[in-house]
């Protein structure tokens, strides 16, 4: 865009406005407590969880950034105290502590989410939170504490800068919080000058010994496990019912314009998206990497991509990809977790590894100066895993626990349900990422120390990268992955997706579900970034892929059933699918139902209007134009190019795709892909009370446990 030209008409069109009564600025109100207060939640959980809150200052206080460096010693990454105390040991899920900061106070907090497998108790997560803090009191801020500290923050504000987005949030808040965006740089000075003795006063000032809120968030019915009995009610909010002003007319403020403001703004041309100057070349080895520049920021994004995924998994063995990605994750055979983070934390580096459906992918971010140092961390985390049995013991417990803990949720439920019924229950990609409870309890170390064995380091693929140095330097930091021995990957035939045909419902039972989650599938194409498939994606954009679609107008604008709905086409190299999901009201489940059936019909009777085919082309142009400025849009890219050996400027072809694809084609696409009347439904509620909506609908009911396996003599005509 022109800049002036866009302030110019901002200033046309906003400018003759008048302004709304001032509002006043309200003091700084951070909290002040003359005891201990606690309260307790029940909620739809499994695991017990307790946050323990202690008041401090407010935002862009003098004190705010000595009392962050406190809350990342005592509780951020895996080198923490509190993350070695509790979560290291097995003693928790999660624990971490956050110094949150808003305009008018901020807090301390502590979150533990308990293990129920230790069998401790949220008592003894409290005393291990205050244990924590008394640890902190003994032991002194060292430089290299505040080396980390001050490393992690000058990375943050870095990588936090690389999009338009990011730049223009980070100086607009400046902006509305201290009247300028010239404070970026005060902030900056005031988190780099944090000295030891800083952060032992404001601990000293506002932590230890202070008193806190302390919530025990327990599943309904078990509030004997809170921490302690509740010694606190929140006192009633005085609200009115009315105001004295309520019904009165609000008095005009006139505007006085020398255009007419009716006419709208003629829309320029349609951006032309084009992808980023990509460099294709390959190590010595034959590893593809892929590149393009990153001028915004000088960091370095690298991730290598290693065929490993859920497609790989032995039968029986549902989430062994993402245990063994997660063990990735924790000691080398060089460094405890918490060297290795400490490692990273010195240069204000990350390393992550990810599991997908066909690949693991191991991803650094780091700032230029430091790439020599992260690379050697990144190649550490490839090749020399430890897989200790207390790490395989802890992580695979808590990832148990975990995925208990989704069974609590109807949407877990409910995507579960639909990918069993959608592909067979035991199909390898029917199954959730992490695998079901059961099939986790199956693994063991030497199934992960096999599957990596397996897999890396022969099966690298390609490396793609997104930095703001040249080739030669690139190609130097890869020099470790160039020497590794590499092999043809080769996978057997999957099953394809079994036919549906006609309609059929399936329940899962969510007792006291106050909503129900609604998803429908069908078989279809399978992933073409230049074909039928990504007409498919244009085509359904109207349909149900963007707040304006038709679904959603209908459901959530015009019923009010529901917050959000979408459809979506769905698809890889080997199979595709056709998918709607929604979260309704649980006294309007049949009534969406019967909404999204016609939705679809029509759509697929008619298709799109001309008019919603011309706001799609242009909405579609504008929703990419800034797709591919952050080094993660940009990996993938890269890494769509490298999976389906796509062309380097298939975005361009795509582009013209869009310009000359007409609207009847796509309306035809619409008749032959959309077949409402042979999809599989699924919905997930509280039985007893949608089952009688439900089966007045006609459609036969199948009833799926919360695994997605049918129960048996469940079936029914409805």
Not at 377 to 383: A, T
Not at 384 to 409: G, H, N, V, W, Y
Not at 459 to 478: E, N, R
Request: aromatic residues 8%.
């Amino acid at each position: 865009i022109d800049p002036m030209a866009t302030l110019r008409l901002v200033k046309k069109y906003f400018g003759p406005i008048p302004a709304g009564p001032g509002v006043e600025n309200l003091p700084k109100q951070p909290a002040k407590l003359d005891a201990d207060r606690y309260i307790t939640l029940e909620d739809n959980i499994h695991l017990p969880a307790i946050a323990l809150l202690i008041p401090t200052s407010y935002r862009a206080h003098e004190d705010e950034a000595a009392l962050d460096a406190a809350a990342q010693i005592m509780g951020q990454g895996q080198a923490s105290l509190l993350y070695q105390r509790l979560v290291q040991t097995g003693r928790a899920v999660q624990a971490f502590v956050q110094h949150s900061c808003r305009e008018l106070a901020c807090e301390m907090y502590f979150i533990v989410i308990q293990n129920p497998g230790s069998g401790e108790t949220l008592a003894e997560m409290e005393t291990a939170i205050r244990a924590t803090i008394a640890q902190f009191a003994e032991r002194e801020v060292s430089a290299d504490d505040l080396q980390k500290f001050k490393a992690q923050f000058e990375s943050r504000r870095v990588f936090g800068l690389q999009s338009v987005r990011g730049k223009v949030s980070t100086l607009a808040a400046f902006q509305t919080y201290q009247g300028s965006p010239a404070g970026i740089g005060e902030e900056i000075e005031r988190y780099l000058g944090v000295q030891p003795e800083d952060v032992k006063r404001v601990f000293n000032q506002y932590i230890q010994g202070r008193f806190a809120v302390i919530l025990s968030i327990v599943p309904y019915g078990s509030t004997q496990l809170a921490a302690a009995e509740e010694n606190f009610a929140a006192p009633e909010r005085d609200i009115p019912e009315s105001f004295p002003d309520e019904g009165a007319d609000l008095s005009l403020r006139p505007v006085v314009d020398n255009f007419d403001r009716s006419q709208k703004p003629t829309p320029g041309i349609n951006p032309s998206v084009e992808l980023p100057a990509i460099w294709d070349t390959s190590l010595a080895n034959n590893v593809r990497v892929l590149a393009v520049s990153n001028e915004e920021t000088p960091t370095v994004t690298i991730r290598a991509s290693f065929e490993m995924g859920q497609r790989d998994e032995p039968a029986g063995k549902a989430g062994l990809t993402s245990l063994t990605a997660t063990l990735m994750g924790e000691a080398t055979t060089e460094h405890t977790a918490a060297e290795f983070t400490e490692e990273l934390e010195r240069i204000g580096a990350s390393v992550s590894v990810d599991s997908g459906v066909y690949a693991t992918t191991v991803t650094v971010d780091t700032l230029s100066k430091h790439l020599d140092k992260a690379m050697q961390l990144m190649l550490e985390r490839v090749l020399k895993p430890a897989f200790t049995q207390q790490d395989f013991d802890r992580i695979k417990l808590k990832t148990i626990e975990e995925l208990m803990q989704s069974r609590k949720t109807p949407q877990g439920l409910a995507d579960r349900a639909i990918n069993a019924v959608l592909f067979g229950p035991d199909h390898p990609l029917a199954y959730p990422m992490g695998g079901l409870p059961s099939t986790v309890e199956n693994i063991t170390l030497d199934d992960v120390k096999a599957y990596y064995a397996a897999h890396i380091p022969a099966h690298l693929t390609g490396i793609m990268v997104s930095a703001s140095l040249g080739q030669a330097d690139i190609i130097a930091a890869l020099q470790g992955f160039a020497e590794l021995e590499t092999s043809e990957v080769y996978r057997e035939a999957i099953d394809e997706l079994p036919e549906i045909t006609g309609r059929r419902m399936y329940l899962v039972n969510k007792e006291g579900a106050a909503q129900s989650s609604l998803r429908t599938a069908q078989p279809s194409i399978k992933y073409d970034a230049l074909g039928d498939f990504y007409l498919a994606g244009l085509m359904n954009f109207t349909l149900g892929g963007t707040f304006n679609s038709r679904i959603n107008l209908n459901l959530r604008e015009d019923k009010g059933y529901t917050y959000g709905a979408r459809s979506r086409f769905q698809g890889g190299k080997e199979l595709g699918s056709f998918r709607f999901r929604s979260e309704v009201n649980k006294e309007t489940t049949a009534a969406s139902v019967t909404e999204v059936i016609n939705e679809l019909e029509n759509y697929a009777a008619g298709g799109m209007t001309e008019e919603e085919y011309d706001y799609m082309r242009s909405a579609i142009g504008q929703r990419d134009a800034l797709r591919y400025e952050t080094p993660s849009r940009k990996l993938a890219l890269l890494g769509n190019i490298l999976r389906y050996d796509l062309p380097l400027n298939y975005r361009t072809q795509q582009n013209n795709i869009l310009r000359e694809t007409d609207h009847e084609t796509l309306n035809q696409l619409a008749n032959r892909l959309i077949q409402p009347g042979n999809m599989a439904i699924v919905v997930v509620g509280d039985e007893a009370a949608i089952r009688p909506q439900l089966e007045a609908l006609g459609m036969p009911i199948t009833v799926l446990d919360e695994d997605g396996l049918e129960v048996k003599d469940s079936a029914g005509d409805g």
